[in-house]
């Protein structure tokens, strides 16, 4: 797809686009639902980076799925993370015993990951795993496990599909390397 018109003129380069997007979930929605045979899924979306690859994803599962949300601080108006994570919004039902699988946008320092990871964990999950579209490796502070990862990408900063810059640019249909003119810091 070209970048034309307003919203699409915030992206310099696109870096993957739909087609790719939509190819890649269906290869992970077939490994996670055949690592699944048997059980019931709770896909935690993190929002709101997460919204539309969740919906995606979930699209391509075929064993049973209940899905819940989770808020989480962003980094505001900077493309920097601050270190400092909140969940503004908690799940709605008790994952205790359940097989989950956190759905992520990007993992970039780790921080974010982290941190849920250590705070679901003490709910007693049967089983915790993590499926994140994104990651950026080169700016990573701590280890986190992916479990399942759509792809890897240089040290940019991106937007769409889901992903923000100051809360804009979620709809893209691609995900796609911002223009630098665009980012005050
Ligand atoms: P981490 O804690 O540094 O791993 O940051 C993870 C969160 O930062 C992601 O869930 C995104 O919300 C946000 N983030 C990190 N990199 C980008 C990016 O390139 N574009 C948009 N958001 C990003």
Redesign the pocket.
């Known amino acids: 797809m070209t970048p034309s018109g307003t919203v699409h003129e915030a992206v310099q380069r696109v870096l993957i686009d739909s087609d790719t997007l939509q190819n890649r979930i269906r290869e992970l929605g077939r490994q996670i639902s055949a690592d699944h045979a048997g059980q019931e899924v709770t896909l935690i979306c993190?929002l709101?980076?997460?919204m539309l690859f969740t919906a995606d994803l979930m699209r391509t599962l075929d064993v049973p799925v209940v899905v819940d949300f989770m808020g989480?601080s962003?980094?505001g108006a900077s493309?920097?993370?601050s270190?400092v994570?909140k969940i503004v919004k908690d799940l709605e039902e008790r994952i205790e015993d359940r097989h989950v699988l956190v759905v992520?946008?990007?993992?970039?320092?780790?921080?974010?990951?982290?941190?849920l990871l250590n705070a679901l964990t003490l709910r007693k999950p049967a089983s915790l795993k993590v499926c994140a579209l994104?990651e950026?490796p080169a700016?990573?502070?701590v280890e986190?496990k992916i479990d399942y990862l759509g792809f890897t990408?240089d040290d940019?900063?991106?937007?769409g599909y889901g992903?923000?810059?100051n809360n804009h640019y979620r709809q893209l249909p691609y995900i796609g390397i911002?223009r630098p003119e665009m980012v005050s810091e």
Not at 104 to 115: A, H, K, M, R, S
Not at 156 to 159: D, E, G, P
Request: charged content about 25%; aromatic content about 10%; overall charge positive.
């Open positions: 993190i709101k980076g997460s989480i962003s980094y493309t920097k993370s270190g994570v992520e946008d990007i993992v970039d320092t780790g921080l974010t990951l982290n941190y994104l950026k700016r990573r502070k986190v990408i940019h900063f991106v937007i992903l923000d810059y911002i």
